[in-house]
């Protein structure tokens, strides 16, 4: 499975097993940056998706079918 259509949780998963791999220090140099690089490209795919997926969320459909940005309207209040 190319690591585009991973799942999310399958990503972090791969990265963390990476990240334990680079920590141990049993990994010769060339294959550290070939491993680092992996990395980056999983780091920057789970970005990715995580905004994709935060823009889907920040929007709610209204009554009449359009959607519209979500946000909470919050009054600020300070403790006396």
């Keep these: 499975m190319?690591?585009?259509n991973m799942k999310f949780e399958d990503k972090i998963?791969?990265?963390e097993k990476t990240i334990q791999e680079l920590e141990s220090?049993?990994?010769d140099l060339e294959d550290s940056i070939k491993k680092y690089t992996?990395?980056?490209k999983l780091v920057q795919s789970c970005d990715k998706q995580l905004k994709e997926i935060e823009e889907q969320?920040?929007?709610i459909v209204t009554?009449?079918?359009k959607e519209e940005d979500f946000s909470i309207e919050r009054e600020d209040s300070?403790?006396?």
């Design 2 to 4: 190319k690591k585009e």
């Design 25 to 27: 220090g049993e990994v």
């Design 57 to 59: 969320v920040s929007k």
């Design 13 to 15: 998963k791969l990265l």
């Design 63 to 65: 009554e009449d079918g």
């Design 78 to 80: 300070t403790l006396d």
């Design 38 to 40: 992996e990395a980056m």
